[in-house]
């Protein structure tokens, strides 16, 4: 299976400020990698998909880069409904295994 | 709009098994995948398997093979999981989602609220 790592685990940030999580896969996935958000008591939201191209709905001040095994998420401006947690994804090959999570918290 | 909708809450035994459906309503059925994930309390996420009804697939997470079981009824649009030979580590909320293809990436854009399964003797 292909382990993805997330870093940090967590992080504290306040709002307005830019945040970058990063995830690396155990082996080259192309740009088969998806960003998720999940908030406290509630079903994981699709953000990014395809490493850089964001969901319909989803504010422009998300964004994803990246390509083989190093992937990021950014955040430009953090905003007080951003604290979540985040999960990266890899689509590359069954199964689809999700990084460990980071939270950002206040 | 598109909903996946879950059935309700199990409490089980160690040692039974569990059956938790996936209704979607709004739109098409056959033309995605239907995966499974679960979120043991205060853990990540945790893919289980997918099914793709229109060709009939199934694949299973290793760590499940054995025990779980996905299946599809395409004429009510429900999705199934059934977990078998439950212990405590399967405590969990299970969701379904709804797997989109865009090129060979596939995400998931849709998701059931989750069904809380609870093993205790």
Request: charged residues 15%.
């Amino acid at each position: 299976d292909i382990q993805m790592t997330q870093s940090p685990s967590s992080l504290s940030a306040s709002v307005g400020d830019r945040v970058t999580i990063t995830c690396r896969a155990s082996q080259s996935i192309s740009n088969y990698l998806n960003w998720y958000q999940q908030k406290p008591g509630e079903a994981p939201k699709l953000l990014i998909y395809a490493t850089s191209s964001l969901q319909s709905g989803v504010p422009s001040r998300f964004s994803g880069s990246g390509s083989g095994t190093d992937f990021t998420l950014t955040i430009s401006s953090l905003q007080p409904e951003d604290f979540a947690a985040y999960y990266c994804q890899q689509s590359y090959i069954t199964p689809h295994t999700f990084g460990q999570g980071t939270k950002v918290e206040i | 709009q598109v909903q996946l909708v879950q059935s309700g809450a199990e409490v089980k035994k160690p040692g039974s098994s569990v059956k938790v459906s996936c209704k979607a309503s709004g739109g098409t059925f056959s033309s995605y995948s239907m995966t499974w994930v679960r979120q043991a309390p205060g853990q990540g996420l945790e893919w289980m398997g997918r099914i793709i009804p229109f060709l009939g697939i199934t694949n299973y997470a290793q760590n499940f093979q054995g025990r779980v079981s996905i299946t599809a009824d395409k004429s009510t649009t429900t999705a199934y999981m059934g977990l078998s030979s439950l212990r405590s580590e399967d405590t969990a909320v299970y969701y379904c989602a709804r797997g989109v293809r865009d090129g060979y990436n596939r995400y998931y854009d849709i998701w059931g609220r989750g069904t809380l399964v609870t093993v205790s003797s």
